[in-house]
């Protein structure tokens, strides 16, 4: 056991070491780079669709997809007419900072302003992987129930802001929305909730204005 | 790369002997295993408790939960009057051989017929470790998605059995089961597919079947 948290921490720390040189990029280019995380099926490529529609008149916006395999993820954000790459990571259950870095490469990055990253759809092992991102969103849907962030704390600990998806269908399940507020400011007091259904799209107009006021304050420290 | 790739076969080499030696000792004890996995929330710990409720009168049956962190699945299992160990993985997004083993000396092997292990949630690192286990079920619950066999092809190439959960919701989704069913069987031409709702119940009698047909199975070729 002690010989794998070892090599463990060795691939982290060398992530970490990929993720400043991605920050510095980003930076320099001046860039606001979104790292977008959830289970599989939470809804984060429709979520992304509607994002993206609302925003690509204001901003020049790239995407990284990131699946295990397939590339239907990034045909159905190319529809949106922006430039999409996508990374299929072949069994690893995460993005890590190099790769991102390899496909950011293949995006017009001096045209852009802002890059969104969809991550691997997993609870688990996105939360560990530094890409240099300026803002961690992460997506729970209500059929996968109210318990994650109790059975998943790191996830749920790291993110800037955590969207509750396919509200409606609360009519459908047993969630308790005071609880999940409770457990999650626990583990992560300063984190922004916010409701969203990408049906009634209801939640889209706070989330928006969220994602423009944290667009202007990375712009503000610059 | 290339260094990343051989730290996981080794690791993964070393975790199939461990699984071939607790194969050793299921046989032994004359255990059938069952290895539970699916995304989080796709209603594995629901379908686990009914699962029991139809069998427990007829088998011994232990329970080995799988989580990152917390035991709130353990205590909802417990409920059911069965022995239940709870393995927090402490970060990693899947059980291992040796965790199973660890975790089964707590169990009473000596009285059990069946051991039930519930992995962690995730529907990509629990595919690529054995654990010495008869039967593999994977929950695919309709929420998810229809395109999850194409973006997460290994979890669903090695499930013996694929259990579509959540089947009272269609009416709120597009969900296209000739079109996962032509996908999965493209994958793995022999799994059993069985549509389920832990709702109204469909799909338990066919499901409790296949289940005592692949134990006696077992039994049969000892």
Partial sequence: MVERVDIK?????????FAIENKRLFEEKKLFVMNVMSSPGAGKTTFLTETIKRLKDRYKIGVIEG????????ERISRTGIPVVQVNTGGACHLDASMVRKAAEHLPLDELEIVIIENVGNLVCPAEWSLGENLKVVLLSVPEGDDKPIKYPLMFSSADVLLITKIDLLPHFNFNFKEIEKVVRGLNPSVKIIKMSSVTLEGYDEWIDELERRIKGVSCRE
């Avoid at 699946?67 to 990034?74: C, G, L, N, Q």
Wanted: no cysteine; glycine share 6%.
């Fill in 67 to 74: 699946d295990v395999a397939s590339k239907i993820d990034a």
């Fill in 9 to 17: 921490e060795n691939i982290l720390g060398k992530n970490e070491a």
